[in-house]
């Protein structure tokens, strides 16, 4: 199994600007065959990434800021 985790800030505030390239890149990712609807866990939002003969990767936007 593998994992991507596009990074973002949470938030409508944070919506389409530059702050959430990473969840952009996940969710272009996500619009392809293959790719369940995402659900949370893991205080994020997750989908499963499945194609023939290759291990599952899971897509990951965590939903919470890093503690500083």
Do not use: I, Q
């Not at 969710?27 to 290759?54: C, I, L, Q």
């Amino acid at each position: 199994m593998k994992l991507v985790v596009g990074l973002g800030n949470p938030g409508k505030k944070y919506e389409s600007t530059r702050h959430n390239v990473g969840f952009s890149v996940v969710d272009a990712v996500a619009k392809g065959p293959g790719v369940s609807a995402f659900h949370d866990r893991f205080d994020a939002a997750v989908a499963e990434w499945m194609e023939k003969r290759r291990p599952k990767v899971l897509l990951m936007k965590p939903e919470t800021f890093p503690a500083l």
